[in-house]
């Protein structure tokens, strides 16, 4: 009887258990914004992130400037691939692969046309790495990453390659 009745209570509280690498995360979508571009530039970049398995996302960058002239453009956008490889899930270290496709502007003085004004639109392919942390929570974000990017189709006066920087905060939900 009581070898019955062991059995049942063991089979009733093992149901209960569940082993698992990581904990039940529930917060899958990210957004954040870089201040480190906003203090360095006064431009503003968001990112919204979904991560798909505790190590990879998908993501996007929507970029903007006041300065059509400025470097990168007035106006960015593209995704991003990101896979993780720290110790803890959706954070530490990451590699990504970007796309960019962004518009400007760029002044040319010449001595027998005066002023001249170039409208562009580009696409970059790129590579970047950087680091995440998160709070206990995982409710909070700081982020900083580097990349480097090449111009598919650069016209005469854009450089062939882009370069990004980035100091981000955020918040998953």
Known sequence: MYKYLFSAVLIFYSSYIVAQAYPNNLNNHEVKINIGQFLATSSVETSYEYYITEDASLGGTLYFNGDPTDYNGNFGIGPNLRAYFGYNPRSGFFAEVFGLYYTGEDSELSQSLGSRDFDYTTTVLGLGAGSKWTTRS????????????????????????????????????
């Open 138 to 173: 995982q409710r909070f974000i700081l982020e900083i990453n580097l990349g480097l990017g090449r111009n598919i189709n650069p016209e005469d006066f854009q450089n062939d390659f882009l370069f990004r920087a980035g100091l981000s905060i955020g918040f998953r939900f």
